[in-house]
């Protein structure tokens, strides 16, 4: 399963609302997650189940799911949230990862 | 604290072999599956493989790109995971995450380990 996450990179500024897309090549049910990178670090997990928050994750996160097509909302942008996200599907394998989204802050 | 520490990586020639380690700290090693991600440089992240748990037999999956030639192994008693890479090439160098799958119906990463680096040049 192919997933193609837009952009590829993003410029915002602070307290601004982003939204970064992927999309699955097929249906995926909701089992799509997504992952936060900043650099030189590991990634974290941010939402799972589609929309479902990880625990101690900042509610200003969010995830919603329609079709084939899956969106990570923050609400307002903050500095930390400077890095780069991922999405990941988990309903067969080979398990895929989208290319990912740089967001800067402006 | 919960955590995974991962080791083993290093400079390995084209066509070599290395073995990564994995180290789970503070939580049940045995109820979860575990997985390998991988990350080259510069690039996104690769999923590499899986390890089921002992209520799913310890069974594997592996991505096309090293099936056949890397093996994932555990030992519960141990908390440890295992990447056995044989016939390296030099489109492996990379950092190698050992990553814990979330309990629940919902097997994902919720726990990273920091990353080994893992280098296959001549």
């Known amino acids: 399963i192919r997933m193609t996450q837009s952009p590829s990179s993003l410029s915002a500024s602070v307290g601004d609302r982003v939204t970064i897309t992927c999309r699955a090549s097929?249906?995926?049910?909701?089992?799509l997650s997504w992952y936060q990178q900043k650099p030189g670090k590991a990634p974290k997990l941010l939402i799972y189940?589609?929309?479902n928050l990880e625990s101690g994750v900042p509610s200003r996160f969010s995830g919603s799911e329609s079709g084939i097509d899956f969106t990570l909302t923050i609400s307002s942008l903050q500095p930390e949230d400077s890095a780069t996200y991922y999405c990941?599907?988990?309903?067969?394998?080979?398990?895929?990862f989208g290319g990912g989204t740089k967001v800067e802050i402006k | 604290e919960v955590q995974l520490v991962e080791s083993g990586g290093g400079l390995v020639q084209p066509g070599g072999s290395l073995r990564l380690s994995c180290a789970g700290f503070?939580?049940?090693?045995?109820?979860?599956?575990m997985d390998w991600v991988r990350q080259a440089p510069g690039k996104g992240l690769e999923w590499v493989g899986r390890?089921?748990?002992?209520?799913?037999?310890?069974?594997?999956e592996y991505a096309a790109s090293v099936k056949g030639r890397f093996t994932i192994s555990r030992d519960d008693s141990k908390k440890s995971m295992y990447l056995q890479m044989n016939s390296l090439k030099t489109e492996d160098t990379a950092v190698y995450y050992c990553?814990?799958?979330?309990?629940?119906?919902?097997?994902?990463?919720?726990?990273w380990g920091q990353g080994t680096t893992v280098t296959v040049s001549s």
């Open positions: 990941l599907q988990d309903y067969n394998y080979p398990l895929t």
């Open positions: 189940a589609a929309s």
């Open positions: 990553t814990r799958g979330k309990l629940g119906n919902y097997i994902v990463f919720d726990i």
């Open positions: 097929q249906g995926i049910r909701n089992d």
């Open positions: 390890s089921r748990n002992k209520a799913n037999s310890y069974t594997t």
């Open positions: 503070g939580f049940s090693f045995s109820d979860h599956y």
